[in-house]
């Protein structure tokens, strides 16, 4: 194993900030894909949503803890930087969606009271749950680095942020909090260790990948309790899959060729033959779907022009907001009985609505960046 591990090339800015850019696209793009089945109402893509979420959440806790790590001054500036960054997006993608729906169904009588809806947070919205979670966690991160540092300050945050998990889900009745949030665990976990943990990776590449492929093919079962069910095999799922889409994004895709065909001609393979299948459970539903989804990921990420497409794109977290708003509109006005041409269409409607609101909610970002700094000027002068 080690001498089959010891000819595969790496890159060494896998979790660069544009890479993770990328990542974060193909991420939102697949989400886009995932929600269509239930917007279209064809359930072909079931059960592995929350997992795709779980990446957005390893890149959160990642990017705050490199932050704090090796950013002079970063708490002090950490509450009024973090939060506007992550609100101001929102709430403008709020508002465009009811405008937009008040015009798509004729809802213009009920346009004040949906505007108002959006500044209730969390907004009642079927992906702004993830929104909500964060802004917990910041809350969390903030307090808890500031009273702490290093590994106990990881492990403390890591108890804290699954205490909350555990409570959103229960005060909101909604199991999705539940599922995705170890991801963001996770990063915190590899920002820490980060040295470590790639060593360890690159010297053991395939037994690890042929371990955490086993562990997404497994079919656990149900019934062995809330925490069994709704937070541990979750947890499992989301560590696995987290972990098998970095170490791919590490391998030098133009030096390791081979290596990439084999994996994805196996995993496309499975996919059919889960596809064939009567069940739906998920050895032979959502497995298959999730790997095939691995082998996507990473192939728009490692390729040359699409990643340079992704990366320049920063409109991942408005396409997130925005594309189910998208969906429902097709799906009562523009839909002509085919998922395929549906879900085209939400992906480059949705894409399109997100980069307008991502330049409107870059510019107002700009000019409060730009007060924020005038400020800090006046009251803290170097």
């Not at 979790?15 to 929600?35: D, E, G, K, P």
């Not at 170890?182 to 037994?207: A, D, N, Q, T, Y």
């Amino acid at each position: 194993m080690e001498e089959m591990t010891s000819v595969i090339r790496f890159d060494d800015d896998t979790l660069s900030l544009r890479n993770t850019r990328s990542l974060r696209f193909a991420m939102a793009v697949l989400i886009v894909v995932y929600h269509s089945s239930y917007a279209f109402e064809s359930y072909a893509i079931s059960r592995v949503g929350y997992i795709f979420v779980a990446l957005f959440f390893f890149l959160s806790g990642y990017g705050l803890h490199e932050g704090v790590k090796n950013k002079k001054g970063y708490l002090r500036t950490f509450l009024p930087k973090r939060y506007p960054s992550l609100l101001i997006p929102y709430f403008i993608c709020g508002i465009i969606s009811v405008l937009i729906t008040a015009v798509a169904f004729v809802q213009y009588s009920n346009l004040p009271a949906m505007l108002i809806r959006v500044f209730e947070f969390p907004f009642v919205y079927p992906v702004t749950w993830y929104v909500a979670e964060l802004v917990v966690f910041y809350a969390l991160f903030f307090v808890t680095f500031v009273f702490l540092r290093g590994r106990t300050a990881v492990a403390v945050l890591s108890i804290l942020a699954t205490i909350a998990a555990w409570i959103l889900a229960a005060h909101y009745d909604r199991i999705v909090f539940s599922l995705s949030f170890v991801g963001f665990i996770l990063g915190l976990v590899w920002s820490c260790h980060s040295e470590k943990i790639v060593s360890v990776l690159k010297r053991f590449f395939v037994p690890v990948f042929i371990i955490l492929t086993a562990v997404l093919l497994i079919p656990f079962g149900t019934g062995y309790g809330w925490w069994a069910d709704n937070m541990f095999v979750p947890g499992i799922r989301c560590s696995a899959f987290v972990i098998m889409i970095i170490m791919l994004r590490m391998l030098n895709l133009r030096k390791n060729l081979p290596v990439f065909v084999s994996v994805a001609v196996c995993f496309s393979a499975y996919l059919l033959w889960g596809w064939e299948s009567a069940g739906t459970d998920w050895v032979h539903h959502a497995a298959p779907q999730l790997l095939f989804v691995v082998i996507v990921i990473v192939l728009l990420t490692k390729i040359p022009l699409t990643d340079d497409i992704m990366s320049k794109w920063g409109i991942s977290y408005e396409l997130y907001l925005l594309h189910w708003t998208i969906l429902v509109i097709i799906y009562a006005h523009l839909w002509v009985g085919n998922v395929f041409i549906g879900t085209v269409l939400g992906i480059v409607l949705s894409i399109a609505v997100a980069a307008g609101a991502h330049l409107l909610s870059y510019f107002v970002l700009r000019r409060y960046d730009r007060a924020f700094e005038r400020l800090e000027k006046e009251y803290h002068p170097q």
